[in-house]
Structure formats: C-alpha cells, structure tokens
Nanobody, 126 residues
Framework: QVQLVESGGGLVQPGGSLRLSCVASGSISRSDTMAWFRQTPGKNREFVAALFRSSGRSYYGDSVKGRFTISRDNAKNMLYLQMTSLKPADTAVYYC???????????????????WGQGTQVLVSS
C-alpha cells in the first residue's frame, strides 16, 4: 500500500508560478515511477510529467514542456511539480500517482498507475 497526499494548489494569476508537493508513505520505493496528472470536469486525466523509476529521467506532456519541472526528494519521500508561466488552460485538479511495475511505453497512461492521491485544485485566473 502506498499513500499519496498532494498540497500546494490554489489561485494564481496568469503568468504566475506555483509549486505542488506530494508526500508518499507506506511501501513507497525509490525505484517507483512517480508522476503528475491533471483533470478537468468531463475529461480524462491528462499526463503532465513523470520520473521513470530510478533512471532520473523526466518526461513531460507537450502542453507543459518548458514550463513545468518535476523533481523528487527520496530522502523525504516527496515529489514536486514546479509550474511557471501558468495559463488559464492549466486550471485543473492535479493528481500525484505512483507505480512500481510501470514500463516506459505506459508512462502517459493513467490507467497503468496503481496509487493515486486525492488531488489538489489549481486555478489560473485574473
């Protein structure tokens, strides 16, 4: 069992920045893939970013590439998402997810992740 709890969401103006955090507990492993997804009402969860297993390699969705940065602090069991140059289109509930047996080609598929947090709302608006 893995428990994930996100925090850091809120209201931010367009062009602003926000950092999301996710604390993991339970049987989390440093070799687990950790990811961020987001979802708006009526739509499927969209892949935002991921750190694949213990490779240290990061992957991003096309809509956030160059603006968002994913990072991990294994000592603290924390996952972060630094978001800059935020746009109204970034408004969504952001979810932290993890999986132990994920293969690379499934990285962007939300259905392949076993563990999820409850989500944190990000609203980008003036």
């Amino acid at each position: 069992q893995v428990q994930l709890v996100e925090s850091g969401g809120g209201l931010v103006q367009p062009g602003g920045s926000l950092r999301l955090s996710c604390v993991a507990s339970g049987s989390i492993s440093r070799s687990d893939t950790m990811a961020w997804f987001r979802q708006t009402p009526g739509k499927n969860r969209e892949f935002v970013a991921a750190l694949f297993r213990s490779s240290g390699r990061s992957y991003y969705g096309d809509s956030v590439k160059g603006r968002f940065t994913i990072s991990r602090d294994n000592a603290k069991n924390m996952l972060y998402l630094q978001m800059t140059s935020l746009k109204p289109a970034d408004t969504a509930v952001y979810y932290c997810a993890s999986d132990r047996s994920l293969i690379l080609r499934s990285l962007r598929n939300a259905e392949q992740y076993d563990w999820w947090g409850q989500g944190t709302q990000v609203l980008v608006s003036s």
